[in-house]
Structure formats: C-alpha cells, structure tokens
C-alpha cells in the first residue's frame, strides 16, 4: 500500500489497536479552548459540537470554604470555552473521515515503523493474519504516550523531559443534574476536587488520589463523603448525589520530548508530549499540533516548500512548553503534596488569593485556559 501521509493512532490517545466502539467509549477529559473549536468549524466538522456543547464563560476557584469566579470574556477580549467530551469529538472526526472515503483501519497489530531517515518511510503492521506495508511520503505519530513511533526514534536523538506527581485523579460519571453553572475548582486541605459536566443529566467529577489508587478502594460512599468535605462551601452550596456509573484513575505526569521530528517522522499529541488533567489542555494542544503540522504539509504538497515543515517542532514546542507550564501551575496551586511543609501550604492559599484579587494575575489564568491564540 502507498499514500503520502501515513497517520499511526486514532486519537484520543494511540488507540490503533482498538476497535472504532472502544475508541468512541474512552473518557477523557470535556473542556475546548476557542481555538479548538474555531479550528474545529473550520475543518467542517464542528456542527454536533454547537448543537450539544455548552459554552462556559468562566470558573470558579474555590478555597477556604468560598467561591471565586474568575470571568474569561472580560478578562480575554471574549473568549470563552466548550464542554463537550473528548471522546464525542473523536466520534465527530471518525465519521467526517470515513465519510471522506478516507481509509482508517482500526485493531490492527504489531504496528512498527522503517525508514524514517529515507525519503519512503514505512508503516508495518498486521491485519488478522496478513503483514501490510504502508509507504509513504511522511509518517505523523499520533499514537499517544505508550504508542510505538516515538520510540522509533533512536534515544540519542531523543531529548525527554518528565515529572510525575506523587498523586491521581479518581474521576466519575454521575447520573445527576447539575449543582454548578460553570466547573468548580477546589482547593481543600484533604485535597484537590473538581466539579465539571457533560450534559444537564450526567456530570463529570474528580477527586486527588493516591497515585496508584485502584477502583476498587473507592465505593460510592466514600466518594461522595470526600466530595462533600472537600467542596464544603461557607455560602450553602451543596453537591448534587447521584447514580455513579464509571469510575476510573488517572495518572497525572507532566512529559515532552524534543525535537518533534525525526527523518520523515512527525509526532503529535500524546506521543509527543503529557500534561497533567489540571486545566485540560491535552487534547486542546494536540489539536494545536495538527494544525501547524496540517499546514506544513500542505504546503509541502502545493509549493515543495520544505522551511514549514522544519520549523513544526519549534513553533508546536513553544506552545507545548507554555501549556506544560500553565498546567504544572494550576495543578502545584490547586493539589497538596504528601511532603509540602506547613510554609508551602500558606503560599498556595497566597497565591490562590493574589489570582481572586489581581486582574494581572487572573488574566494569566484565564488567557492560558481559554487558550493562546494560534500561531
Ligand atoms: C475536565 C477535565 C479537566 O482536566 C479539567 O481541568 C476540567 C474539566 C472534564 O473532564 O470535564
């Protein structure tokens, strides 16, 4: 088989293995910058998203047992994000691909990639019982943290940097109106918790963890005791209960590697680079990613111009690095860590009043979550 670029993964994270059904099933996290939902209308596949999204014109920062909205339109000239999940957009990007004839091939095995410093790299992989070969002009890897293009990439041209936090997030799915016009984030000494949504029926809420915590340590009630503590409110808000129906944990780890390219190999997205959940911007600079990347190879098709597809890892790093910034921020301000000294503590809640009280500061928030404008 031959085509000019051969894209390995299927979003939300490396699922090339899986099937189409487990793809679309996956919860990730709900939250578009403007960007990505302008980038999304323009690429003609935004139309669901209007219809069923829910624009979020701020949030609330909650600590100290009060609430504090910070409001995105007059702190960003306007801006505002969308919840609507993860998991929905891949859906929406599936079937505007298929129905473009374009040809993805889901639960394939044994992927693997040659050749990157030719001017043919190749995809092998297993289909069933039969071994395919996709030529191509140039690879994207978008096959998520575990997926195998970046390790194609031999270790010394390969400059990684890490740090994993000392804890998770428990996340639930909850058949239960909405107790909030707009996400809660709460900073509380027993820990982080966050209240979000996915529609007026089923909210989305998550809770710090241990970093190796397990479904199993969490029923219901203990959920729902932690919740209330934690999202205590001096002003007499209460947490709506309801029926739980998924629960999982999520590791929190902050990762880049550098640079983007190797040969004719590209990656984006998770293969790339991990930001931890707190402010959701993983999939919004995955997005970003494609875009410069789309760009460049457009270019490459219609001029044979080489420069833009040089600088796609220079221009994507630099939002990457100001993404990994902001949520390594929001999540050093909002979690407590296992070894933080009573002094750390008091600068959290210093910080925490400085970015209710400051308009420079609050704008810093409230630019970096809505979304930098594009490149
Ligand atoms: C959601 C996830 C996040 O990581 C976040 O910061 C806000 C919302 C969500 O899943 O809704």
Known sequence: ??????????????????????????????????????????????????????????????????????????????????????????????????????????????????????????????????????????????????????????????????????????????????????????????????????????????????PDDEVKNWPDGRIWEELHARLESAEGWRLAEGRIFQKSVIAMRSFVVEPLRYGRLFLAGDAAHIVPPTGAKGLNLAAADVRVLSKALASFYKTRAEQPLKNYSATALRRVWRAEHFSWWMTSLLHRFHDETPFHHRLQLAELDYVVSSRAKAQTLAENYVGLPLD
């Open 1 to 210: 088989m031959r085509t000019s670029v051969g894209i390995v993964g299927a979003g939300p994270a490396g699922l090339l293995p899986r099937s189409r059904q487990e793809i679309e099933a996956t919860i990730r996290a709900g939250v578009l910058e403007q960007g990505t939902v302008d980038l999304l209308k323009q690429s003609g596949v935004g139309s669901r998203m209007q219809r069923e999204g829910f624009v979020h014109h701020g949030i609330y920062l909650r600590f100290a047992r009060a609430s504090h909205r910070i409001d995105f339109p007059s702190l960003t000239g306007g801006r505002a994000i969308t919840v609507y999940a993860q998991h929905e957009v891949i859906k929406d990007l599936v079937a505007a691909r298929l129905e473009a004839q374009g040809k993805l091939l889901f639960e394939v095995k044994d992927a693997a990639v040659y050749d990157l410093d030719t001017q043919a790299p190749k995809v092998r992989f297993r289909q069933g019982s039969k071994i395919e070969e996709l030529e191509c002009d140039f690879i994207a890897g978008c096959d998520g943290f575990h997926g195998i293009t970046r390790p194609s990439i031999p270790s010394r041209m390969r400059h990684e940097f890490t740090r994993v936090y000392p804890f998770g997030w428990f996340g639930i799915l909850v058949e239960a109106p909405s107790s909030t016009d707009e996400l809660i984030y709460a900073h509380h000494e027993r820990g982080f918790a966050l209240v979000s949504t996915r529609s007026p029926q089923i909210q989305r809420l998550y809770l710090q963890c241990d």
